[in-house]
C-alpha cells in the first residue's frame, strides 16, 4: 500500500510556521544561488555580445588586456594586408588599428574617481561594430578632440553630458554625442580618434588591430600563417573569443565566492529541514504506529516523509527564483579585473539558471529529509503504538 500525496501535504498544513520558516529558509539559500548564476552570466553575455564572429581581434602575444599590449606600426601593415580581410563598398579594407588607454571620471552619485576604458578606433572603427548607434548628438570629426561616450558611462559618470569638457591626456575634450552598443562592454567606454588620441598620449604604436574576415571560416588559416611569421609576436583570435577571455578572472572569482557562500549557506538550510522533519517525526510517532499496523510497509512511509521534506525544497526553490528574477531590474557595476576599468553589466536569468536552482533545492530537500524520514520508516509498530 502507498500513503497519497494529499497526505504528505496535509501534514505540511497543519505545521504552517516551521513549514514557512523552513521553506523561507531555503528560498535564500536558492536566491543567493540563482543571483550568483545571473551575475556570471550577465558578464559572460555582456562580453560575448561585444564581439562579432566574423571579426578577429589582434594583440601583442600574452597580453592579458588591450591596455597592457602594444602592436607596432610594422605589424599593423602586416595584419592589414592580408588577403582575408574584407573589403567596403568602396574597396577599402575593413581594418580599424586601435589605441586603448585608461582614465579617470567621477561617479556622478558618490564623486569617487573610477577608472574608465578611452578607445581610439580608425576610420573603419564603426563599420566593424554594427551593433554600435548614435543616440544623442554625434560622432566625433576624425581630426578633432572630441569624444562620444558610452550610454552605462552617461548615466553614471558626472561630466559625461553633450557638450561637457572633460581633460585627459595633457588636453581639453568636448562630448558630442552618445552612443548605446546593445549592452555589450562598449556601453562602458569612451571613443575618440585614433590619431588624435595617439598624440595626446605620445604613443607611437598601437594598443590592437580589428579587422573584419571575408569568411569567418578562413581564421584558422590566417591565425597559422601569422603565427609562422617571424616579424610577428601577436595572438590573432576572434573578437568574441578575445571578450570572452576578457571575462575570465572575474567569472572565477563570481563562480567561486557564489558556490562557497551556497555551500555554506545550504548546510543551514539542510539542518533546519532535518529538525523540521525529527519534529514532525516526534510528533506523529503513534500516527505512523497506525499506519503501520493499517498495512502500510516501511517503504512508504520513508517514500512519504521524503515527500514532506522535497516537497519543502521546491517551494523555497520556486520562492528563491522568483525572488531572484526581480534581480534584472537591478544594473551593476563592477571593476573587469582583465582590463582594470568600469564595466556595467545586468543580471541575467536564463532557463539553465532556473533548472539548476530548482534541482538544487530539491536536493536540500531530499538531503535534509532523509535520516529522520529513515527514522519513521524504522519504527516498531509496538513502541509507536505506545505512544498513544
Partial sequence: MTIPLFYSLRNLWARKLTTVLTAAGMALVVFVFSAVQMLD??????????GQEDNIHVTRRSSNAEISSIVDRQ????IE???EIALDANGVRLVSKEVV???TLPKRETGVATNVTTRGIGLQGFALRPQLQIVAGRSF?????EVIVGSSIAQRFAGAAIGSQLRFGGREWRVV?????KGSAYDSELWVDADQLQQAFRRNAWSAVVARLADAATLPAVQARLSEDPRLTLDIQSEQR??????KALSNFISYLGMTLSIIFSIGAMIGATITMYAAVATRTAEIGTLRALGFRRSSILIAFLSEAVFLGLVGGVVGVMFASLMQLVHISTLNWQSFSELAFDFVLTPKIIATSLAFALMMGL???FLPAVRAARMAIVDALRAV
Avoid at 605589424?75 to 602586416?78: I, M, R, T
Avoid at 554625442?177 to 552598443?181: E, S, V
Avoid at 578575445?242 to 571575462?247: A, N, R
Fill in 141 to 145: 570629426q576624425p581630426g578633432a578632440s
Fill in 101 to 103: 588607454v585608461l582614465i
Fill in 41 to 50: 552570466t550577465g558578464l559572460r553575455q555582456t562580453l560575448i555580445a561585444t
Fill in 81 to 83: 594586408t592580408q588577403p
Fill in 177 to 181: 554625442g552618445h552612443f548605446a552598443a
Fill in 75 to 78: 605589424q599593423a601593415a602586416v
Fill in 367 to 369: 538531503l535534509g529529509g
Fill in 242 to 247: 578575445f571578450f570572452e577571455g576578457q571575462s
